[in-house]
Every structure is written in C-alpha cells, then in structure tokens.
C-alpha cells in the first residue's frame, strides 16, 4: 500500500541518488583502465585493484585493521557480557553513572579521545605500539557491544535459568549453556558492529598510528591529503565491498534499524 | 556485590584509559609550551587567553558552529520528510531503502568523503557538471575546499541519523489518528502540520542534536574537502598535536570543545524533554 505521491516519489529519488551518488562513483571509477580518474565509458579493468598488491603499505594496514578490529571486539564483547547481565538483572547504587561512563564514548568527540588517549600512552610509555591501538579500541567500541548484548539480557526469558537452577545446575552450567546461547544473536551482532566501528574508525586513530603500526582508514586518508589516484579508490571500493558483506549478514541476523537505534527485540 | 564484581573488569578499563587520560588532557591545556623547551608543567592560563583573545580561534570555532548549524538544518529538512515517505511504503519497499539510507552509517566516512571529492572536483566534477546540463547553473561552483562543499558532504554523512531518531518517531504514532483528522474533513497539509508535526517533533530535536554534536566535531570530512585551509575545530586540534607540536594549546582547544558540546547537547536536551514530557512517558 503505497500511499505517496507523485512529489513524494520525486523527493525520494532524489533522496536515495544522494545518498548513493558518492559510494557508487567511488566504486566505479575504481575500475578504470586509465591511468588517472576517469569514470570507465568504453572499457573496465581490474589493474588498480592489482595494483594494491604493489603497495605493501596499504596491504600491510589493512591486515592490522583486519587484527585489530577483531581483537579488540573480541575482548570489547568478554567485558560488556559480565557488565550487561548485571546492569539488567540487579538495581544498584551508581547502575545509571556507570551505564553513562560505559556509553560515553558515544558522545566523546573522537578527536579529543584522540588527544586524550596520545598524551596518556607517551606518558605511559606505550605510545605508538599496537598494543595502545588495542586499548583505545577495545573503549570506543566498548558501547556498541554493551548496547546490543544488553538489549538481548533484558529480552531474555529469565524462567529457563530458574528452570535449570531447580534441576540442578551449577551457576557456570546455567550461564554457558542456558544464558549465552539465549543471548548469542545479541552476542553476535555486538561483534560485528563493533567490527565494523573499528576497521572504519579514523578520528581517534589518525592521534595515536604511527607508520609502524597503523589502520587501513588512517592509511587512506592520510594517502589522500596528499593526492587523489585511482589507486585510493580501488581500496575504497575494496573496503565499501566488504562493508557491505558485513551489513548483508547483520540485517539479516538483527535488523539494521534496530541495530543502529540501539533498541532491543522488545 | 555481585553487580560491582560483574562491572569491575570494564570499570577498572575505563577508569584507567578513559577518565584518567581525560583529566590528564585537561591539565595539558594548563601547561606551557615553548618551541626550544617543549611541554613546560606549570599552571597558567596562557592558551585559554589565547583560545578566547585570538581573531584566529575565533573564526575558527565560528566557522565550526556555522557549518553544525547549517548541516543540522539541511539534515531535519530533508530527512525528516524522507523518513515520513518511507513510513508510508509498503513493508517490502520500506525494507530495501532503509537498508539502503542506513547501510551508509557504517561505510567508512573516508571512502564517502572521497566519493564527494570525485564527484565535487578533479577530472570527474559530476556535480557541476550536471547541474551546468539542467541549466541551474552557468558556470562551475567550487566546491573543493570551501564551506559549501564540506556541508554537503557532512549531511551526507549524517543525515540517516535523522532519519532514524524521526522512523523512530512515527513508529509510536498511532495512524488511526492521522485517518481520524482526515475523516473529519482535514486536508492533507493541515493532516500533516497539525497531527503528524506535532508529533514527530521530539524525533527531529533529539535528531537535531545528534547531528550537531557529530558536525562540530566531525574531522575526516573538512580535512579532505575543506582542504588544509578551512580549518575546523577537529582539523586545528590535529594540527596543534602533530604538526606545530604545540599539545598544551591542541588540548585547550579538544577540552573547549568537549565543554561547549557538552553544554549545548545537556541545556536541550533538557529543554526538549521538558517541552515533550509527555511524550517520552
């Protein structure tokens, strides 16, 4: 029952052209067969996509993007878990200050968490390691885990842990075999947006790379403050094309508009 | 106790790498730095007399404030009307297109900003020269390193999150109200002046907000299309940290930053709540 008009209708094309004009030119011109930017018209070809190969420095980044983004996800989703179950299931003193301390660094500019992170790690002695790249990570992707994990902690049907409980299951039991299958869709999903939130990331981390360890977006723009090649835009596509990969399966398994609202299934 | 054990782990993280380093950048901006001795530790109030004294800083911020404005605007005028069409859709249409205005948040923000660029400058002006074929324009308009360019492209970036805070808006709206106006002889203008307005509102302010705290401090964007020229506040906090080398003047400006962001997202959303109180119960 489409009940728009035919302004509405005008007004939506456009809409959508504006919103896709500038991720499909990227990906278009990614395969021209010329030597500088051109949108191909008569041919395509797959040689700047090659070309990446030649350049160790972007491959090189993008495997630690690929590393870091999982690494730190994977121990982003380890904390939240303990801290969702208990910002859902008990009322304590100081759950609202610290659910806002554990969502801040939505609303943290990421340039100054940039500056913040860069003065403590020199003082601390680990600026410019990978292992500082991990860090800062593992908080600024810390609320996109805790959002959706929690989300599934507070859907969940709290009867089927009592059940086990009163069959005879030690707490360690009820939580692996009952508690996280329950909320693994939610589990799940978190690692993935956190994924993706990290391997996008370019504010915070343009602060604290160094040339040695360093991320494939900090890598592109710093590349592109420089020149614009065609080059830049074959890893762009690259990167648009895994993305895209990402959010296939993740509004497939959750629903895009609940996971970029943050609401849960209830 | 068992609350404060399961919290703990995160906790102590963020107590460590986020409220310290935080308290460490904001006495930075109180140290002095000489270009011969580097970070000087004492406490004087050099950079925020310069931050508020400097014609520089001040076209700076104001430039900041100027682009988050006009990008929030342009961002409520057009997607707030797009998120009420597409209410409108049948669920199967509805489906694809809020695939297609969500999935954009979470493309990388460099490979959108370098969609601008090639479509806005260089071999392939797309842009100009479309509008030079509809007959808008006669000649080429910069858009490559000016304000215009980079608010075009940061509504871009932010618009689908005004479309989500107003989706999330209409879903509350009960649509036998809207049939009931109509029933009683309302055009469809007054319809949507008078009943939908009203209460998509609260949708479009907490909209409004989010975009205007990610525009003021949006980085990536104005870096590549406002050039090394067009500063902004993100821009001239890098360029404080890693090209002049001056961090206690780099923090004053983040934690200025973070204080008047801070600010204005605390006074309306207070405003807002106290306006729609009604409506969040």
């Known amino acids: 029952m489409n009940r728009n008009g035919p302004v509405a209708l005008t007004f939506h094309t456009l809409f959508i052209v504006f919103m896709l004009a500038p991720i499909l030119i990227v990906c278009v011109v990614a395969f021209t067969p010329e030597g500088f930017l051109s949108i191909p018209t008569t041919s395509w070809s797959l040689r700047w996509f090659r070309a990446i190969a030649r350049y160790p420095e972007f491959v090189e980044a993008f495997w630690n993007s690929i590393v870091l983004g999982a690494l730190s996800s994977a121990i982003a989703i380890a904390l939240s878990l303990p801290a969702a179950l208990a910002i859902a299931r008990y009322r304590f003193r100081g759950r609202e200050a610290i659910t806002a301390l554990f969502l801040s660094p939505l609303m943290i500019p990421h340039v100054v968490l940039g500056i913040a992170f860069l003065r403590f790690f020199t003082q601390a002695g680990f600026g410019g390691t990978f292992i500082g790249l991990v860090l800062a990570h593992i908080v600024i992707v810390f609320p996109f885990a805790l959002r959706l994990v929690l989300a599934s902690a507070v859907g969940m049907d709290r009867a089927i842990e009592n059940a086990a409980v009163s069959l005879g299951a030690t707490p360690f039991t009820v939580f692996r075999r009952v508690t996280l299958p329950l909320i693994l869709p939610g589990v799940a999903s978190g690692w993935m947006l956190a994924f993706i939130q990290s391997f996008d990331e370019v504010t915070m981390t343009i602060f604290i790379a160094t040339p040695s360890a360093t991320t494939l977006p900090v890598r592109m723009f710093l590349y592109i403050q420089d020149n614009i090649d065609p080059l830049v835009t074959s890893v762009s596509a690259l990167v648009i094309a895994i993305t895209v990969a990402f959010m296939v399966v993740l509004d497939r398994i959750y629903g895009l508009d609940r996971l970029l609202s943050g609401k849960g299934r209830d | 106790m068992r609350p404060y054990l399961l919290t703990?782990?995160?906790?102590?993280?963020?107590?460590?790498?986020?409220?310290?380093?935080?308290?460490?950048?904001?006495?930075?901006?109180?140290?002095?730095?000489?270009?011969?001795?580097?970070?000087?530790?004492?406490?004087?109030?050099?950079?925020?007399?310069?931050?508020?004294?400097?014609?520089?800083?001040?076209?700076?911020?104001?430039?900041?404030?100027?682009?988050?404005?006009?990008?929030?605007?342009?961002?409520?005028?057009?997607?707030?009307?797009?998120?009420?069409?597409?209410?409108?859709?049948?669920?199967?249409?509805?489906?694809?297109?809020?695939?297609?205005?969500?999935g954009p948040l979470l493309i990388s923000v460099v490979a959108r900003t370098l969609g601008w660029a090639l479509l806005f400058g260089g071999e392939t002006g797309v842009v100009n020269k479309a509008l030079m074929k509809l007959g808008v324009i006669d000649s080429a308009l910069p858009f490559m390193f000016t304000e215009t360019g980079v608010v075009v492209a940061l509504a871009h970036v932010l618009v689908p999150f005004m479309v989500l805070s107003v989706w999330a808006a209409l879903q509350r709206l009960d649509p036998q109200i809207e049939n009931a106006a109509t029933s009683l002889g309302a055009s469809h203008l007054t319809v949507l002046t008078r009943v939908v307005m009203p209460q998509v509102m609260p949708g479009i302010l907490s909209g409004a907000i989010v975009v205007f705290a990610l525009a003021a401090s949006a980085f990536a964007t104005p870096a590549i299309i406002g050039g090394r020229r067009l500063k902004v506040a993100a821009t001239l906090a890098y360029d404080e940290f890693l090209n002049t080398l001056n961090w206690p003047l780099g923090a004053a400006v983040a934690v200025l930053l973070l204080v008047a962001l801070g600010t204005i997202i605390l006074v309306s959303n207070r405003l807002v709540e106290r306006k729609y109180a009604a409506v969040f119960e």
């Open chain 2, 8 to 102: 703990a782990p995160a906790l102590a993280l963020f107590a460590a790498i986020v409220l310290i380093p935080l308290g460490m950048t904001f006495v930075l901006s109180f140290n002095d730095f000489s270009t011969v001795k580097g970070i000087q530790p004492v406490f004087i109030l050099k950079n925020w007399h310069e931050l508020f004294t400097d014609e520089y800083f001040r076209e700076m911020f104001g430039r900041t404030l100027r682009i988050s404005v006009l990008v929030t605007i342009i961002c409520a005028a057009i997607g707030a009307p797009e998120a009420y069409i597409l209410n409108r859709m049948s669920p199967r249409w509805r489906g694809i297109f809020l695939f297609v205005i969500l």
